[in-house]
Structures are given as C-alpha cells and as structure tokens.
C-alpha cells in the first residue's frame, strides 16, 4: 500500500470441511490445516491487511484452536495483522485465551490484536462508541469474470449452507438463494474483481466501515483455486478499494 488509508482488507476463514457436491468426499482436519497457513501466506505475499481464523468446536470445521494454526503462520508471514476471528470463550478459560493470544502477538511481532468486549468495555471506560471501529464479514470468491466464479464457487456454497442449515433448521439454501445473495445489495461477494471491488466500496459508504473480511474458503473448494483467489483478492480488488477510498480522503481535504 503506498498510501495509508483508514481501511482494511483481509480474510477469514472457520476451516470448513464440508463435502465435495460431486464426490461427497471430505478433507481431512490436518489438510485443511495446512492448506489454512498456505492461505494465510499467500494473503500476506500479496498485500493484503488481516487475516482471521474464527473458532468452532464441530466436527466439520478444522478450526478448534486458531491460536496455535496463527503462531505457526506468524512464524511465516511478514507483515499481515493475525487475529481470531471467533473466539468461544463459553469452552476455554478466558485468562488462557489471552495468554495464547498474547504469545501469538509475540510472535508475529505485534500484528495480532487481542479480544475485546468492543463497545461495551469502550463505553464503560468513557469512549464515544460513535467513533469505534466497524468491520464486515461476508462469504464470497472472486474469479476471472463473474461467470466463473458463481460456477465454482455456488455448488460448494449451496452443499455447506445445507449442513448447517440441517443442525441449525435454517430453510433449504438453493441455487436461486445464493444468486438472490450475489445481488449488489446482498450479503454474498462473488464475482470479478470490479464487481466485488463495487460492494465493498458500497458497504463502507452505507455503514463507515474500516475494514472487510472476505469469508472465501468454504469446505473443499479446490485449494489451487482458492490462492488463485487469495490472489486476485490482494493484486486486483484491494488496488480499486485503496484507490478510490485514498481518491475520497484527498477529495474532503481540499
């Protein structure tokens, strides 16, 4: 980034490992794992701002212990911030989650934030709540055109959200829920770099928001495809975002 703006771009992920739509066949715990920190590398290699792991303690997310997979990524990474972006404080000691997380920052030097209680502890310690920082996380891909990133990344999309949705009792999720989702004011960010580019620069506008977390990976999505992603992600959206936001920051100092 050549110029420093108030926004952040990053990455999460709960380590899924749903089945594949066509074989039905799993990942295993300790790929997805590994797949997870070569993620988080390639976020850091091309630029993007944050990466985040959040917990789940089910059998079909990988991501039991997010503070042990981001050390090992820290020891890897050069410049991304590292941070939990989950954490179930109802199954572990609060005082040993700061200490994992604490070491975590130690070892990647700094660029893993702590958790907080957010607004309630900033408002309880006299802050404007108004002025806090606000982050989004919505699941999406981003492909060489929209075509193609709907044909990939729909299948997997619709067979995860019908797992959960079977323990959850959400309604079925179908083909037509996740283009209904795709829309431009929908929750969903799949499609071309310009297009999703568009939506983040949407969502800030509607809420103020200071950072974007992309939920990309979901179960088995083809590894190569998911860094080619990561990719595009950091090489071809964030250039349009920090391009247009450092465009309105220069704009209102006039």
Known sequence: ???????????????????????????????????????????????????????????????????????????????????????????DDPVRVYQSFSTLDSISNGLAPLVELYKQAAASAGHDVSKLKIATHSHGFVGETTEL????????????????GRVLGWPPYSAASYDDARKMNGALYAGDPEYVAEKILLVRKKLGTNRFFLHLNIGTLPHREVLRAIEMFGTRVAPIVRKEIAKENKQTTV
Do not use: C, W
Request: proline share 4%; aromatic share 6%.
């Open 1 to 91: 980034m050549t110029e420093s703006i108030d926004f952040e771009l990053g990455i999460n992920t709960f380590l899924e490992t749903s089945p594949d739509p066509v074989t039905g066949k799993r990942i295993s715990h300790s790929e997805r794992i590994r797949n997870g920190i070569e993620e988080i590398v390639v976020a850091d290699q091309v630029g993007l701002d944050v990466f985040g792991i959040g917990e789940h303690q089910r059998f079909d997310f990988a991501s039991e212990a997010p503070a042990v997979i981001l050390a090992a990524a820290a020891a890897l990474t050069k410049r991304i911030r590292l941070t939990s972006a989950v954490t179930v404080l109802s199954s």
């Open 149 to 164: 990133a709907v044909e990939l990344h729909r299948p997997y999309t619709v067979v995860q959200m019908n797992e959960l």
